[in-house]
């Protein structure tokens, strides 16, 4: 346990002086293997070697996918989509920011992706229409954790990597705890709006929904498309992730022809910079974990938590309760790299599977990306909105005690996230 002390000294003692987190994390790594005496070429062996996989590529397809949408306007026609759905009602639009980031999140794999995206576009919408700014933020900050719980999701394929679990599973197990979240924030914000008064749209008309899916149907087959192959076994996940990339170029260019062959450079050098940053917290994170497992951290760990009780949901309810302190001081790749071969151990010695626990990792850890003080959507949220931190932070606590509650839910009913996958296995 002393290792693991100086390395979250080392760790944190360079984020408050303002180190990015992938160097925070290789310069811990470095302080590590000094104190250890490793020779320091394990850490570019360790790098390197972590992030030469070919599952690892499904990553910057998908996150190149997502760049090809905001641009082809395939982002734009599901907001239309979801407005002919949900429009109608009190709040419609932020009941149509929460719908177009369930079919988003379910393309794009990325919460980030899809808070630029979705908020990019309505964010000030909704404040035009006369939503508070701070609600408008909110809204989307919370609706786009789903872009990591609804498959594809980036972080899944990170946990499988690193946990050696299926990511076909886990994707498939992250289809109902989705939509639970989805739901339960599209009553909340309901109820709020009708509190509020907001204004709602146009009146619902089944010759508009119509119209809006003709326009819309090939950005909807997309996740249809992906899913279903990855289900079907016609293709992997990293496969599945080049293939949406295929398929959101062609409709882009050729289909609805609002991205030109000009605008691929720089999506490409966007998504390159994106990537970069990924790949150097995995390829660090991946040395740290390695570190952490030699000088048998995991085990140690084990038999605390187990020596307070060997009961399952105890064991769970304490991981969950440190991971969402976690969440709040770090984000969410390093977070889920450096603690996967952490605490799998422990779940997996009290019984617990090991594909739950990932997407319950993740679903917990999503919550800290919309936690201050280093909440990732909650920042890109405040600028769209242009609002202050504290603003949104008081307007986001309805939100994260509902996404709380889901999680409690999950946690005290593993089936949630275990029929899909244990049924079609």
């Known amino acids: 346990m002393d290792m ?37 070429d394990i850490l570019v062996q360790k790098m390197v070697g972590g992030i030469d996989s070919f599952p690892l590529l499904a990553v910057p397809f998908f996150m190149l996918a997502g760049e090809i949408m905001n641009s082809g306007g395939i982002a734009k026609r599901i907001i239309n989509l979801s407005n002919s759905l949900v429009g109608h009602i009190t709040g419609g639009l932020g ?12 393309i794009s794999g990325s919460s980030v992706a899809d808070t630029a995206a979705i908020g990019g576009l309505l964010i000030p919408a909704m404040k035009e229409d006369g939503y508070d700014a701070d609600f408008s ?20 394929i990170l946990f499988g990597l690193i946990g050696g679990t299926s990511v076909v599973r886990m994707f498939l197990g992250g289809i109902i705890p989705g939509i639970l979240i989805g739901f339960s924030l599209l009553t909340l914000t309901f109820i709020i709006s009708k509190k509020r008064n907001y204004p709602k749209g146009d009146k619902f008309s089944i010759v508009r929904v119509f ?6 149907i090939w950005a909807v087959f997309l996740p249809v498309i992906i899913i279903g192959g990855i289900i079907s076994g016609y293709f992997t996940p990293t496969e599945a992730a080049v293939v949406s990339v295929v398929y959101a170029l062609i409709v882009s260019l050729f289909v609805y022809k609002e991205m030109s062959v000009r605008d691929l450079p720089r999506i490409l050098i966007d998504t390159g910079k994106t990537t970069g940053i990924v790949m150097l917290v995995a390829g660090t994170a991946m040395v740290v974990a390695w570190l952490l497992t030699v000088v048998r951290i995991p085990q140690s760990i084990a038999t605390t938590i187990l020596s307070i009780s060997d009961n399952p949901l105890i064991v769970l309810l304490i991981i969950n309760f440190f991971l969402l302190l976690v969440g709040s001081v770090m984000d969410l790749t390093p977070a889920l790299l450096i603690l996967t071969p952490v605490l799998l151990p422990v779940a997996t010695a009290v019984g617990i599977d090991p594909v739950f626990f990932g997407v319950m990792m993740v679903i917990n850890l999503g919550i800290g990306l919309v936690t201050p003080p280093v909440g990732t959507i909650l920042y890109i949220s405040c600028g769209i909105a242009k609002i202050s931190l504290e603003k949104i932070t008081k307007a986001m606590l309805p939100f994260l005690a509902t996404q709380v509650a889901i999680l409690l839910l999950i946690i005290l009913f593993p089936q949630l996230v275990l029929w899909i996958p244990n049924t079609l296995r």
């Open 137 to 156: 933020a909110a809204v989307t900050a919370s609706s786009a954790t789903m872009g990591i719980v609804i498959p594809p999701s980036i972080p899944m």
């Open 211 to 216: 119209k809006a899916l003709k326009e819309s």
């Open 95 to 106: 009941l149509v920011n929460i719908v177009a980031s369930m079919f988003f999140g379910g």
């Open 4 to 40: 693991l002390i100086i390395f979250l000294v080392a760790l944190f003692g360079f984020l408050l002086i303002g180190v990015p987190v992938a160097f925070c994390l290789g310069l811990a790594a470095l302080v590590m293997m000094g104190i250890q005496n490793f020779g320091y």
